[in-house]
């Protein structure tokens, strides 16, 4: 993205142009920052060459897979759907994982017969279920009782979570798995998203490791992901590169001390691509109430529903008109009939013009992948800009006849 002639433009075209072209709204993704996040991280991780499984639950549009497993990444999923993209991507089954939570039986008869480990997260799911794992690899989801992550409803390692096994159900686990002849190869945790403290990681990871130590079959250790990107100028990022350094130094440490060949997997979402996607959305409306103005766009929480989830700070700009001189401190609002539907709350921004195509950043993640058709309104398309190339079209807006996909008739 950049700023010429006071416009937004993705290579060589403006974001006017773009939606002109494809529609509003639009997700545009940025085929250079992709390379660019992956890159900083393997760097980052280069001292323990982890496997980067991308956690797909982020973004999983197919190009975008496409993209990331010719960069040398495999797939964290969360859902037989997602194993069945990867799939479809090209992933090999034993490039992907499955953490899901709360499996039917139908979901882990698909994965295990797709040749692709699961993360046991519960104790039930082993215990309804202990008869399809009999002679198969496993791994487990450990609940390590550690408080990290930012929102709350991005804190997943804590004892009140439901995710993961706590320690006091380990053993149980390992029971059950000897009961069914399963063998147990890995140990898993996601502690949350927006990991901060490289504290919090390397403690967790220490748990993992000092579980594995009783265990000859486990080969590799995968502590998740939950890397913070800037949403806001002021935000604290990760710093990967500490993070990396840290987490590789303690592992091969470990490795070396109790002469263990360890793999490590890390599951990063969000770093890789939540910079590389921006939204794009056409102004509707412009209502000046006693103490506001609000400029009312064609999109909304439907199709990003960050900010109304997790009160999520995304930047706005006026892609049209990028600092004009009629700067003043709006509302962004969409058009779903939700109170809730706020994109941006006091934005200094050039006030908009109807028609005027406002941008939003760091849509990359959770963005597409957690829209709905609330409201009955379409999905977007998707756009990929490649360098020099003319802009590819990803994903197709919806049509209505989609609103009948799955009617009998
Ligand atoms: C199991 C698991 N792994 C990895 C991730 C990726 O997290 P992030 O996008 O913050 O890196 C998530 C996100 O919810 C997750 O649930």
């Known amino acids: 993205m950049k700023v010429e002639n006071n416009q937004i433009y993705f290579g060589n075209e403006s974001a006017a142009r773009l939606v002109e072209q494809f529609g509003s709204p639009l997700y545009v993704y940025e085929y250079d920052i992709l390379v660019r996040q992956y890159e900083r991280l393997k760097n980052a991780f280069k001292d323990s060459t982890p496997s980067i499984l991308f956690a797909c639950k982020a973004n999983s549009n197919i190009e975008i897979l496409k993209i990331l497993k010719r960069l040398g990444a ?3 999923a969360v859902s037989p759907g997602e194993i069945f993209l990867a799939l479809h991507a090209g992933f090999k089954p034993e490039q992907i994982l499955l953490t899901g939570t709360n499996l039917t039986r139908d979901d882990i008869i698909y994965t295990v017969e797709n040749n692709i480990i699961i993360n046991i997260d519960n104790v039930s799911m082993l215990e309804e279920n202990g008869d399809l794992f009999t002679g198969r690899d496993v791994s487990i989801r450990l609940n390590p009782d550690i408080h990290s992550g930012g929102h709350t409803y991005l804190d997943t390692g804590h004892r009140d979570s439901k995710f993961g096994i706590l320690h006091k159900d380990f053993s149980k686990i390992i029971g ?5 002849n399963a ?3 890995g140990l898993h945790q996601h502690i949350g998203s927006e990991i901060t403290a490289a504290d919090s990681l390397l403690d967790s990871m220490d748990k993992l490791l000092e579980a594995a130590l009783a265990y000859e079959s486990i080969s590799f250790i995968d502590i998740g992901g939950g890397y913070k990107v800037k949403y806001h100028e002021d935000d604290t990022e990760t710093d990967i590169d500490d993070i990396g350094t840290r987490i ?3 592992f091969n440490d470990f490795c070396q001390k109790n002469e263990r060949n360890l793999r490590l997997i890390i599951e990063p979402g969000k770093f890789l691509v939540s910079e590389s996607g921006y939204l794009l959305t056409a102004v509707q409306s412009i209502k000046r ?3 506001k103005v609000m400029v009312g766009t064609d999109t909304g929480m439907n199709h990003l529903i960050r900010p109304a989830l997790y009160q999520a700070y995304h930047e706005i700009i006026n892609a049209s008109n990028v600092s ?3 700067n003043e401190k709006v509302e962004i609002v969409g058009n779903m ?3 809730a539907d706020v994109l941006g709350k006091d934005r200094q921004i050039t006030v908009p013009g109807i028609g005027d195509v406002l941008c939003i950043k760091n849509a990359g993640s959770y963005g597409y992948s957690m829209a709905s058709m609330y409201n009955a309104r379409m999905l977007p398309a998707e756009v990929l800009i490649q360098g020099g190339r003319p802009p590819r ?3 197709r807006r919806q049509i209505f006849d989609d609103l009948f996909f799955l009617t009998s008739d």
Request: charged residues 40%; aromatic residues 0%.
């Open 248 to 250: 590789s130094e303690r």
């Open 393 to 395: 079209l990803i994903r």
């Open 176 to 180: 059950l798995l000897k009961r069914h």
């Open 183 to 185: 063998n147990l190869v």
């Open 74 to 76: 495999g797939i964290d």
């Open 324 to 326: 004009g001189d009629n």
């Open 337 to 339: 009939c939700e109170s």
């Open 289 to 291: 109430n006693e103490e």
